[in-house]
Nanobody, 122 residues
Framework: QVQLAESGGGLAQAGGSLRLSCAASGGTFSTHTMGWFRQAPGKEREFVARIRWSGGVEDYADSVKGRFTISRDNVRNTVYLQMDSLKPEDTAVYYC???????????????WGQGTQVTVSS
């Protein structure tokens, strides 16, 4: 019943922007940490950003600091990843996930979306 659904991926030019959305349903996430991860061909899944549903601290991977912004919406059912100043190396499948405690580790996250493709051309 618990579902996470990503949307907003697509093709962007280097220096451009995309906004990803993660719609959460089927459960309560008020005590959870929501995270964005990405996986490029030939690479391991890597942490991108995280935020608590209850608000507070945001955390970002060094590779995206200053360029990406994670946020949650007014009704607490959607998490966003605003991606600005995109680079070709940002190309990957982006996943939304939920964890019962705050972590950067893939293994801490119990629920995952199916992913959305982001492609950045040079």
């Amino acid at each position: 019943q618990v579902q996470l659904a990503e949307s907003g991926g697509g093709l962007a030019q280097a220096g451009g922007s995309l906004r990803l959305s993660c719609a959460a349903s089927g459960g309560t996430f008020s005590t959870h940490t929501m995270g964005w991860f990405r996986q490029a061909p030939g690479k391991e899944r890597e942490f991108v950003a995280r935020i608590r549903w209850s608000g507070g601290v945001e955390d970002y991977a060094d590779s995206v600091k200053g360029r990406f912004t994670i946020s949650r919406d007014n009704v607490r059912n959607t998490v966003y990843l605003q991606m600005d100043s995109l680079k070709p190396e940002d190309t990957a499948v982006y996943y939304c996930a939920a964890a019962p405690y705050s972590s950067r580790n893939v293994g801490a996250y119990d629920y995952w979306g199916q992913g959305t493709q982001v492609t950045v051309s040079s």
